[in-house]
């Protein structure tokens, strides 16, 4: 019962490669979401996403591209890679707060992601 | 703007006493409150959240966090600390207001280190 999950988890890149991480949930929650670790930082968010074919940018969207066709997946493209996007890159999804639900996330595993 | 503060990047603290972790947060309106705890290489895990009513909420493994709207804190305790809690720990805040969307805010995590 993994519930959500991301692949790969560890992947290693090239400068100016494109890379995608893939993220899928089995709870069919509405939100899904792309955060990125990095020391010092914490996580920030990327993207998310309300509902399929629904996206929005988060604090740091810049060189990200994300697409939602399906309720289940959340795949995170970076379409020219660089070397500050060496991060771990963690996928998570929530029920939507409408009707009572208090939007507690669920992560996924992580996806570290190392460009040289 | 939400935002929250985790003053401590580590605490150290030695097995079977008592542990605080400190969040500190700015929101307008009332808040959503989560602590979160992430083992080495894996995802972040949900460990308790409070939404309304009693200011102490207790949550997984015997953690327990106070609410102070005085003074916009949201403080994780334990009353005797094992070395398996080492972790890394992160405080997050969600208004609280209908129609909103999900997104949580993460603070930059406090490192918790229990020695035997």
């Known amino acids: 019962d993994a519930g959500i999950t991301q692949s790969p988890r560890y992947k290693i890149t090239e400068t100016g490669r494109q890379v995608t991480l893939m993220c899928h949930q089995t709870w069919s929650h509405s939100y899904m979401f792309w955060y990125r670790q990095d020391l010092g930082h914490g996580l920030r968010l990327i993207y998310y996403s309300a509902a399929a074919d629904i996206t929005d940018k988060g604090e740091v969207p810049d060189g990200y591209v994300v697409s939602r066709s399906k309720t289940e997946n959340f795949p995170l493209t970076l379409e020219s890679a660089t070397r500050s996007q060496t991060s771990v890159y963690f996928c998570?999804?929530?029920?939507?707060?409408?009707?009572?639900?208090?939007?507690?996330?669920?992560f996924g595993e992580g996806s570290r992601l190392t460009v040289l | 703007a939400q935002s929250v503060a985790q003053p401590e990047d580590q605490v150290n603290v030695a097995e079977g006493n008592p542990l605080t972790v400190k969040c500190t947060y700015s929101v307008s309106g009332n808040p959503y409150l989560f602590w979160y705890v992430q083992y080495p290489n894996r995802g972040l895990q949900f460990l308790l959240k409070?939404?309304?009513?009693?200011?102490l909420v207790k949550g997984s493994y015997g953690f327990e966090a106070e609410f102070n709207k005085s003074q916009t804190s949201f403080h994780l305790k334990k009353p005797s600390a094992l070395v398996s809690d080492s972790a890394l720990y992160f405080c997050?805040?969600?208004?609280?207001?209908?129609?909103?969307?999900?997104?949580?805010?993460f603070g930059t995590g406090t490192l918790l280190a229990v020695q035997p």
């Open positions: 997050a805040v969600r208004h609280h207001y209908g129609g909103a969307t999900n997104k949580l805010i």
């Open positions: 998570a999804s929530s029920e939507s707060i409408r009707g009572g639900n208090t939007g507690e996330l669920f």
């Open positions: 409070y939404i309304t009513g009693d200011n």
